[in-house]
Structure formats: C-alpha cells, structure tokens
C-alpha cells in the first residue's frame, strides 16, 4: 500500500494566486481529512468527509477556502486568492477502520 | 471544546537518560487519546491509541499511559534516532470523527 499521497509536496505562489492541493486516501478507507500545521497553532483540522460527502467544515478559516471530493480515491483543496498568512503545511489524513489515522506526507504551501 | 496540551515544549536528554512527555485533555468524552510521532518534513506517524483510564501500551523503547485527565509517554534509554515532535490527540464521543491534537513535545537525543 502506497499510503495517503499528496500532490505537491511543495509550492510557492504570489499572493493573489489560486492554489490547489491534491490527495489520495489510503483505497477503501471511507474517511477523509485534511489539517493545516502551523508553528503557532500546531494541527487544525479543517474539513472532513465521510464517503465523499463533508460533513463538518467549521474549520475552514475563509470563503477562500474550498474542498472537494469527487470520488472516493481523490480529493482537493483550493485556495482563492492566497495570502502570505495561508503559508503553512497542508495535511491530508484518511480513515479505514475504527479509529485508524493515516497522514500524508504533506504539502509545504508559502505563499509570498 | 476538546483541548489537549503538552509539556514540556521541547526536551534535550542524553542518550539512555529516561524521562516522559505529558499530554493532559480536557474532552466531554473520550473515545480513545492517540500518541503521533511527526519527524521533520514528514507527516505523523501512528504510535498508540488508549481507550480508559488504567490502560497501558508499549513499542519498543516507549510506554504510554492515560488517567482521567492526563496521559504520559515514557522514553526509556532513549536512543538518538528516537529525536523527533511526538504529537498527542484526542477523540471525543461519538458526534463528530475530528482529532484534537496538541502543540507536540519536540525530543532530542544527544549522542
């Protein structure tokens, strides 16, 4: 198993610019997150789904921010516009069995 | 709202020098506490999930503990490649599947 990948796991962009952060959960895992990783405030989940549905997006900071999940093996998170303050590490986390976690390796977002 | 806070933020021990890290949460209920370990550019990776208070798990050179309030991961003899952020986590009752992690406990190990 390839575990959870996250595309990219690195990008720069100008303030302004629309961002869009990729995720493929572990196969057959009907659970899907993603967390941001800051210095100051540690791992925040922003928005999660269950079977491709969201369920509680409270976590998401701005209208800014948008997720989807088209299917059950991909999912996105876009930012638009970014600003120098969205500069952090995205984490996507998916959820097979009871209580299980599984994190991406992470995409370094800064955003100048 | 769930919290859960570390302690301390960060420990430098020598290599066989034993000590523990603490996470204490306050959460209307607890489904299980889980312990992470994140090295630097990675992702956390799972460690031990406790369930009750009274429980006790162990993976090599760590043991993790959990009471009502607070759960304690000990590092015994512990290694240089044992260096990394350990990172705890909480999940409430059933209503809502998010973890509620702390700020993590940044450990290094010295030759």
């Known amino acids: 198993d390839a575990g959870v990948i996250q595309s990219p796991r690195h990008e720069v962009t100008e303030m302004g610019q629309e961002v869009t952060l990729r995720c493929k959960p572990i196969?057959?895992?009907?659970?899907l997150f993603w967390y941001r990783q800051t210095m100051m405030r540690g791992l925040e989940l922003l928005i999660y789904f269950n079977n491709n549905v969201p369920i509680d997006d409270s976590g998401m900071p701005e209208d800014r921010f948008s997720a989807k999940m088209p299917n059950a093996s991909f999912s996105t998170l876009k930012i638009q516009p970014s600003e120098p303050r969205d500069s952090a590490v995205y984490f996507c986390a998916s959820r097979g069995g009871p209580l299980v976690y599984t994190f991406g390796s992470g995409t370094r977002l800064t955003v100048v | 709202e769930d919290q859960v806070t570390q302690s301390p933020e960060a420990l430098r021990l020598q290599e066989g020098e034993s000590s523990s890290l603490n996470c204490s949460y306050t959460?209307?209920?607890?489904?299980?506490l889980f312990w992470y370990r994140q090295d630097p550019g990675k992702g956390p990776e799972f460690l031990f999930t406790?369930?009750?208070a009274g429980e006790e798990k162990e993976k090599e050179r760590l043991k993790a503990t959990l009471t009502k309030k607070e759960s304690f991961l000990h590092i015994t003899a512990p290694k240089p490649e044992d260096s990394a952020t350990y990172l705890c986590a909480v999940h409430a009752n059933f209503g809502n599947e998010k973890l509620t992690f702390g700020t993590g406990t940044r450990l290094t190990i010295i030759p």
């Open positions: 196969s057959g895992h009907d659970y």
């Open positions: 959460v209307s209920g607890l489904r299980g």
């Open positions: 406790l369930y009750s």
